[in-house]
């Protein structure tokens, strides 16, 4: 382990992108990390708001069409070694948004996100449940580590 | 006539926010038009979350188009699906068992609860207050944890169905004392907060004053829910709703208008809520929950209106051949954009997020009776 991964590995920076979504998994995942009860600080996972703080994009939500641009400049921002965690079924297919009529899909939605920007962990749920958001960031965290 | 000032003279900045922004958990737009760091003039756009869940559900069966409007709102997922099959009920006229009705209303509240928490959080944490912060939110999850038990899930329960309530989320006596013993729980943390709070002489002056609504101003806004009633006016729909009549609660009002009227608004009508829970756990009628006999038929648009914990919601939608047709859903939020624009002006601009937050911004919601131009 080389000195960055070293200082990296205390400091892991989620940054949450919400891009449509019903506010459910978004309050969950910000309550994942910052409330008392699951609390993914004391594991040196904190929240940011800053996409150049940033290490993990957490995306909820599908992506509307005006939440496309802001998706892609943010991930853009993000420095590298940086990986995309998508959180919820919206965020994943598109959920009851997209798909509702069976084969012909929604107009309203550009997603899921792998559509617009690489994904490298998916989070199933609706909502997502707050273990799981933990899970599938943890699930990252080696590869995150060994980048460089 | 009124010399006119050059407009060189005015020194007016316009500062943009959004659509994604750190203090907004929501993408929305603000346009802030400040003088001397005062903000003049509030310009909230929505429209970033448009799903055209109205147009989804044009045409679908109506249990299925009932289910689909909890994805509304993540937040008050319970109060859509209720009003949506309120909805429903009342144009078919189906009777609904009593038990059923207690369940909605323990629901109803126990949303109520949690949406207040995650308001009270949201605001201390808006005012940089991260201890008390903390406190709510550790409140909250034992509210989440109970709905989790009801209903099976943590944000979208499904709890009403046409004609009661699923058969899952029928309470036993087990789950009541659970309940019971909750809210207990609950409102020893809540007093300790509110103690706390209110003897907190920094965060009480960092908060007095800042955002402040005339009632006259939000009555012509149309500001609906706690937020006109943080301003000292008193209308609760939930004393005109039928489900309620067996509830002896009071309608809570805070005369400023203020962030702090608004916040001690909340944590005062948490109290009344857990107060209607606990009634409702010591009068539950027996029986079944759900009522299956009842007919399907062509209507008119049929019409509703509950109480949620932002305020006013209003559903409707006609039914041919056991579809929706003709689909309207208003939300609280929508009446409450003028509140949010209007607080804001004449504050320091540093506070105007906190001036947006007070009223308890929903867009998620919202963001629906609009049309999407694309070029």
Redesign the interface.
Known sequence: MGIKSFSRARAIHIMLVYTGGCNGCDIEIVNTVLSPRFDAEQYKVFLTWNPREADVLVVTGPVTHLNRKPLEAIYEAIPDPKLVVAAGSCALMGGVYKNIHGDIPSEEIEGPVENIIPVAAKVPGCAVRPQDVLAGVVSLLPTLLDAD | MEEKVPRSNIIETEIPLG?????A???YRVRLFVEDEIVQEAEITI???????E??MEG?PVEKANS?TE?????C?NSHIWNSCRTAEMGLGIEIPERALYIRVIMGELERLHSHF?YLAHGCETVAHETF??RV??L??IVMELLAMIGG????YGCSVLGGVRPRCDLDEAKLQRLKEDMDKLEAGLTDFAQRFMADSILISRVTGVGALPAKQAIRLAVTGPSLRATGVARDLRTTMFEYDDFDFNVITQPDGDVKSNLLMRALESFESIKIIRQAIANIPEGKVVNRDWEMFDTDINESYIEVPRGTLYHSYALESGRVRHCIIRTPSMANIGAMQYACIGDHVTDAQLCIVQCDP?F?CT?RAIE?I?R
């Not at chain 2, 659509?19 to 203090?23: E, K, M, Q, R």
């Not at chain 2, 899930?153 to 979208?156: E, F, L, M």
């Open positions: 659509t994604v922004h750190p203090a958990l929501e993408p429209g970033v979350n448009h799903r055209g869940i147009r989804i679908l689909l994805k509304i709102c993540g937040i997922s995650l912060s903390m939110f550790y909250r999850e899930n943590r944000v979208q929903c998620t963001d999407i694309r």
